[in-house]
T-cell receptor
Framework: GAVVSQHPSWVICKSGTSVKIECRSL??????MFWYRQFPKQSLMLMAT?????????EQGVEKDKFLINHASLTLSTLTVTSAHPEDSSFYIC??????????FGEGSRLTVL | QKEVEQDPGPLSVPEGAIVSLNCTYS??????FMWYRQYSRKGPELLMY????GNKEDGRFTAQVDKSSKYISLFIRDSQPSDSATYLC????????????FGKGTRLSVIA
């Protein structure tokens, strides 16, 4: 299947700092990528849809000023958690589709805010 | 009623057993159905992808979709300890660049 890569796989930061997570489609171009968040023993919750060259579309209840999404190229989307707080600690996962209908996920990035 | 219902388990079976995992859904517009396997602290891995009703087989895995009943299943034959993971069903009305609606996931343990 297609490969979606995320970096970093885990990060620990102090409260109040910002953290950037990268999502790359390695062997295909993706005009759209999706960002999900997953709390322990919970399912994936869609946060936002990242669109190349335009603004992201956020799900209800997700603060766009806190979770900044930039989709600057057809193979890269970034999620920046600004002024992170302990309640932002979670597993963040991106996904993308090579337009075959299937959706592939990155390995996920585990954020721990102290 | 949630859009996608999935029993969270945990489900524990002996090695070699046939495992049946199921999801029900309420949105009749869903046409594309997927099963993902997720190991602890890893991203979901696509196992099966099916369109509309019918069966699809891939090795030890068989996916079934019954749109009339709004019910999908994943069968695992000759289950192995390495199959121990959380299995998530997911579905969407459209293919490609549309977000998926996920079930909560079923935790499976295959005991050697």
């Amino acid at each position: 299947g297609a490969v979606v890569s995320q970096h970093p796989s885990w990060v620990i930061c102090k409260s109040g700092t910002s953290v950037k997570i990268e999502c790359r489609s390695l062997d295909f171009q993706a005009t759209t990528m999706f960002w999900y968040r997953q709390f322990p023993k919970q399912s994936l919750m869609l946060m936002a849809t990242s669109n190349e060259g335009s603004k992201a579309t956020y799900e209800q209840g997700v603060e766009k000023d806190k979770f900044l999404i930039n989709h600057a190229s057809l193979t890269l989307s970034t999620l920046t958690v600004t002024s992170a707080h302990p309640e932002d600690s979670s597993f963040y996962i991106c996904s993308a589709s090579p337009n075959t209908g299937e959706l592939f996920f990155g390995e996920g990035s585990r954020l721990t805010v102290l | 009623q949630k859009e996608v219902e999935q029993d969270p388990g945990p489900l524990s079976v002996p090695e070699g057993a046939i495992v049946s995992l199921n999801c029900t859904y309420s949105n009749s517009a869903f046409q594309y159905f997927m099963w993902y396997r997720q190991y602890s602290r890893k991203g979901p891995e696509l196992l099966m992808y099916t369109y509309s009703s019918g069966n699809k087989e891939d090795g030890r895995f068989t996916a079934q979709v019954d749109k009339s009943s709004k019910y999908i299943s994943l069968f695992i034959r000759d289950s192995q300890p390495s199959d121990s993971a959380t299995y998530l069903c997911a579905m969407t009305p459209n293919s490609g660049n549309t977000p998926l609606v996920f079930g909560k996931g079923t935790r499976l343990s295959v005991i050697a």
